[in-house]
């Protein structure tokens, strides 16, 4: 008689936090913070290890206007809700960075 499979739930944490899939479309984020979030321009926001709800809501801020910034109005814009989840949860799981 074999073992009952447990269920998803009693995964283990380390599993259930896989490092997710690279977003599809992570060149329109990428050509200016990086695949990685440490943007290594001035004036470009390092995104590694940001909150994923924080990430979220300022993509969506943009994408309404509400935060001002031409380009990322404009990149934004383009995504659809799923793609702005994708890229809030990759950035989120990129190590952190310290300014240097």
Known sequence: ???PLLP?????????AADPPPPAQL??????HRDDGRAGEP???RIAGQ???YL??????????DRRHS??????GA??????AEFARWYSTRPACVPP
């Open 1 to 3: 008689m074999s073992a």
């Open 71 to 76: 380009a990322m109005r404009a990149i934004a």
């Open 56 to 65: 979220r809501d300022a993509l969506d801020a943009y994408r309404r206007g």
């Open 43 to 45: 004036g470009i926001p």
């Open 51 to 53: 909150d994923e709800t």
């Open 27 to 32: 060149g329109l984020c990428a050509a200016c």
């Open 8 to 16: 998803l739930l009693f995964l283990p944490a380390a599993l259930a």
């Open 79 to 84: 995504l659809s809700d799923r793609d702005v």
